[in-house]
């Protein structure tokens, strides 16, 4: 293998799903098995204090993302190492399975945090108005 620029570009892609995969699936462990909800539907870096309420959704995204990642690394490894062929061992074919991962789960948790906070706000209102009820 010659280290020219695309050899150095397909191994700093590839040695950065590493810690990607492993980030995602340790939240996804520390939120289904640990029940640690701090890193759950982040708003401005805290979590809303209905956390548990968005737990599942946002371990599945962890989980499915980090697994997808994975399955990236080993069909690498495995094509690279022996041969075996589980995804297209193309280039682009993998970075675009990964780029394509890695966008959907930053989407996909921007979606659950804005949700948890139009959530929040309209609990917060039926609170205020149930206050407001009462004192009438």
């Known amino acids: 293998m010659v280290p020219d620029i695309s050899t150095v570009i397909f191994w700093m892609l590839f040695l950065a799903l590493f810690p990607i995969s492993f980030v995602w699936l340790r939240r996804a462990w520390r939120i289904l098995r640990n029940k640690d909800y701090s ?25 499915i993302a980090g697994l997808s990642l994975l399955l990236v690394i080993l069909s690498v490894v495995l094509w ?27 989407i996909f948790d921007f979606l659950v945090s804005r949700q948890a906070k ?6 917060n209102k039926r609170r205020e108005f149930g206050q407001q009820q009462k004192k009438s």
């Not at 022996?82 to 780029?99: C, E, H, R, T, Y």
């Open 39 to 63: 890193e759950v539907a982040l708003i401005r870096g805290e979590p809303p204090p209905n956390a548990k309420r968005f737990a599942p959704y946002t371990a599945a995204v962890n989980l």
């Open 80 to 106: 690279i190492a022996f041969g075996i062929v589980l995804l297209n061992p193309d280039f682009q074919s993998w970075v675009a399975v990964a780029g394509s991962t890695l966008w959907m789960k930053i």
């Open 118 to 123: 139009v959530l929040l706000k309209q609990d």
